[in-house]
């Protein structure tokens, strides 16, 4: 069944190596009598069958589909020139704002963190992401840029986030006491619903340039559409290398056995360790700096997805694991001796990167060697590969499922296919759950309530 290999077939939208997603260890025959047992997964190929053909009606239709969000690499490239287009425009700019929070930013946030962040080059803004609520952090923005310098880009797809409006609010006057407000407008992005809210009005109103979140396309499920294409184009992100890898993935996952299918694999294995062995707690623990973000972005789009009651009533059985995030190899320093000794109610996935273009080889003097003469010869990801894999196995030893991706390399393309793999298994895991994957009423009953304090309700 397992571990879909680096020579899969690739897909016939790209020449790009496929990631390498091994599963043997959530399995009996891998990790032992804590793992899923292969007749158990045979055993829910009616319901496979079920979902699969879910995922295909429901993503039919573009972005009209209520599943739009697994046909962005379908449906977004025929939007990319004005994306480009406004982002050579921030190029021209030192500083790009991105105002938004949860699914407005974590999505490219966590791509920038990957592939932009460290890449100097000519033209290529910075960005500075404005999520929570931080009155620092928000004062220092405007005491350390130049307003002439900086251009912002607001996102909110209901167009009234309060949390976005009230930073870009204070963020606009300040674009407006130093330039004047009509060139203050030259320096404003807006993306949010094509038709209603707030900022739409903002920008028919203003004049200022706008780009459309798809109705059908929840936040945490967006950042292949302008609120996470933009930004990163103006950092010179390839986001159509981001939309090819997307594409890659979905053509993996055409069938509707997760023999071949990672992505329903991955929601299988994780709901039967849910409801079949107690296991309710999935950490995702990457052995790359650049990758850490992911880890949050992938925790917003699991938890809000999946954290609800199985038949919508408070006294319904709920459903989801909760995701965790740590980081090889720092957190073998903090929590690998609760991994190891505490409850057997964890599921892991690690993640790691094939080739690194900088690996620099260990320089070793003479007495260096007479202390460590096991690092003779070795690069730094040779010890980066022995960590993981010394974690990895002493996890499988205490009995922990766990299962491991590896990218061929950190590129587009390889994030492009991440990003897919997790929206798509999100969604087979809640028809699986039998829960709506769009949806979060909890967090909304939230939102109102702040509104109604601020209101001066009780």
Known sequence: MVPHSK???ASPTSSSPLLHIDTTRLYREGVGAEGIDKTEIEALAPEFRRVHQTVIDKSAGGLNAEFACLSLHDSMPESLPQIEAAAEQMRHFEDVAVIGIGGSSLGAKAVYQALGADEPGPRRPRLHFLENLDPRHLDSLRRNRSAEKTAVICISKAGGTIETIVQYLIVREWLEQQLGKNEARQH??????????????????DGITSLPVPPRVGGRYSVLTAVGLLPLAAVGVDIRGLLAGSAANAARCAAENPRTNPALEMAAMFYLFDTRKNKRVSIMMPYADPLQLFGDW??????????????????????GTLPVTALGTVDQHSQLQMYLESRRDKIFTFMTIDHW?????????SDDRKSFPYLEGKRLQDVLEAEFRATSQVITEAGHPNMTLCLPTLDA???????????RATVYA?????????????????????IQLL????
């Open 7 to 9: 020579n899969s077939p």
């Open 188 to 205: 404003q992005w807006l993306i949010t619903d094509p038709a209603q809210g707030w900022l739409r009005e903002v920008a028919r109103r």
């Open 298 to 319: 992938y925790r917003q789009l699991w938890a809000e997805s999946l954290g609800k009651r199985r038949g919508g009533r408070r006294d319904d059985p709920p459903a």
């Open 357 to 365: 273009r900088q690996n620099p080889l260990i320089p070793l003097s």
């Open 413 to 423: 393309h390889a994030l492009g296919q991440l990003i897919d793999l997790y929206q």
């Open 430 to 450: 809640a028809l699986l759950y039998g829960i709506n994957p769009l949806d979060q009423p909890a967090v909304e009953k939230g939102k109102k309530l702040a």
């Open 455 to 458: 209101s001066g309700g009780r």
